[in-house]
C-alpha cells in the first residue's frame, strides 16, 4: 500500500480485476503523456504517473480507479517524493472528507 498526500494506492491482485475492466475505456493522459490519478484544485499539481500503463475509472462518482504498470512505473507530485510501483494492478483511491450532509473528495 502507498500513499502520497491525499491518494492512496492499493496493490490488486490480477485475478481480482473485475472482469468489465478489460472493456472499459482508458483514461487519456495529460498534455505531458501522463497518466493524471489527482489533480490539485487549488494549486494546479498533479498525483501522476510516467510511463507504460493503463488508468481506468470505476463507475461512480467518488469510483476509485485501476491502474495497470505492466513494467512497474513512477508515481510523482511536485510537492511529494516519487513513489516506485512494481509491476501489476493497482486501486486508486482519492481521501474523502465528511462535511455536514455530504462526503466530498478532499480539495487539494
Known amino acids: 500500500m502507498y500513499r502520497q ?9 490480477e485475478e481480482a480485476v473485475p472482469e468489465h475492466v478489460e472493456r472499459a475505456p482508458r483514461e487519456p493522459r495529460d498534455g505531458r503523456g501522463r497518466l493524471v490519478l489527482a ?4 494549486t494546479g499539481h498533479a498525483h501522476a504517473v510516467v510511463g507504460p500503463g493503463e488508468l481506468v475509472r470505476e463507475p461512480g462518482p467518488f469510483g476509485p480507479m ?13 510537492e511529494h ?3 516506485v510501483l512494481p509491476a501489476g494492478w493497482y486501486r486508486v483511491i482519492r481521501q474523502r472528507e465528511y462535511v455536514p450532509g455530504s462526503v466530498r473528495i478532499v480539495a487539494d
Open 5 to 13: 498526500g491525499d491518494v492512496l494506492i492499493v496493490s490488486v491482485a
Open 39 to 42: 489533480l490539485g484544485e487549488v
Open 66 to 78: 485501476l491502474l495497470h504498470v505492466p513494467r512497474g512505473g513512477r508515481v510523482v507530485h511536485e
Open 81 to 83: 517524493g516519487t513513489i
